[in-house]
Each structure stands twice: as structure tokens, then as C-alpha cells.
């Protein structure tokens, strides 16, 4: 699957939990312009291979690059490059809607253009509660609000947990066409989705994982010590 033009590549990612194997060798690269949606059942390990790629978890075995240089979210010029919206973005109780773009706009270099912001907000049709602190949000509100913060700041590499989950038909046919004009940029899309629908409609290409067999637990230890806790 590794290709010269590839900007990530990601090969044989591994990880169990607790005796159960999560996921097994699930290699796939992503190259520019290009948009990859991981899909399988429930329970295949998709939200854990996004996290693996980009850094929250650590893998059992495998590797990904970005570039051709292994990846390190600790350095940050990686984290410059990379954007990232799971589903369980952590946001500041007493910072507004507005104020949490602004915070990132700045952080990331454009210091002088509330216009930045306030068209982010519009574009995910949050305007109306730019002045509420996150968790007086509805959960559709916070996830639009996530997919806003994409909006302010500069990325070669989205990273995306089924950003459609909670949004409306309307904003899904946004967040195609968003997705979409990423890729005619040159950006990279790597993101976990339950919407054949919306694959297609951004011209997603399918990286299919499956859930892989329960491995065998580890038995008791010959000191009368129970097995480690299954984390499951």
C-alpha cells in the first residue's frame, strides 16, 4: 500500500485490550488530496486505529509516518500540520463558542481577522450561540462547534471520528462539500464514518477493518494472583 506520494502511511497497527484484540495489522496510507474513510460494524476498532494514528493511543506494534518521518504529536510541527476532531474534544467551561476559535486562530497565527471566526461559526450555523460556553450546547452543536475549529487554523492533515454523527442533513451535505474542497486543496482526510452516503458524496476512498477474533486471556499467575483487570 506505501506509495512515494503517500503523505501518511500507517502499517501494521496492532492493539489489545485486556485479552481482546482490537485491532490486527491494519495498514493503509493517505496521500494528498486525498480522503480516507476507515468504515466497519461497531466494534471493529475504528475510533482506536484514529487514535493510534494520531498519538492518544499507543499501538501494540505497527507504525505511522507522516511524510516519511515517524509521527510524534509531542513535536510541534507536527501538531501544526495536523487537525484532529474526535468525540471528545475538550473544551475551556468558561470560554464562549467565540472565544474558543479565537483562542486557536490566535495560537496558530492569525492574531488580527475576527472575520476568521465569525465565518467559521457561520459555517456550521452556530452564529446564534457564539456567546454560550460550550456545555450549554446541544451535543449536535458541540460537535458542529468541533468541525469549526478546522475552520481557523492552517493543516495538511485532518484526522476525523464520524464527524457526520448529530448533524442534520443539511449539515452533512455541508460537511461533504467541505471535505471535498479539503481534498481539491491538496489536504489529506483520514476519517472513521457509518455514512456510505457521505463517503461518496466527498469522493472518499473505503478502508474497510473488520472486527478481528477474541484472543485467549491470560491465564491466572502461579502465585495465586488474579489476571490483570480486563479493560474492555
Known sequence: ???????????????????????????????PGEIVAVVGPNGAGKTTLLRCLVGTETPDAGTVTLDGSPYDERDP?????????????????????????????????DDANDDVVDDALAAVRLTHVADQVPGTLSSGQRRRLGLATTLVRPFDLLVLDEPEQRLDEAGRAWLARYLAALAADGRTVVMASHDPA???????RVVRIEAPDELPQAPARDDGGEPAEDLT
Not at 506505501?2 to 495498514?27: F, M
Not at 457521505?198 to 472518499?204: D, I, P, R
Open 1 to 31: 500500500m506505501t506509495s512515494v506520494a503517500s503523505r501518511l502511511v500507517v502499517e501494521g497497527i496492532s492493539k489489545t485490550y485486556g485479552g481482546r484484540r482490537i485491532l490486527h495489522e491494519v495498514s493503509f496510507d493517505a496521500a
Open 77 to 109: 510541527a507536527t501538531r501544526r500540520r495536523v487537525a484532529v476532531v474526535l468525540d471528545d474534544l475538550a473544551w475551556f467551561p468558561d470560554l464562549t463558542a467565540w472565544e474558543h476559535l479565537d483562542l486557536l486562530a490566535r495560537a496558530h497565527g
Open 198 to 204: 457521505l463517503v461518496e458524496a466527498c469522493g472518499g
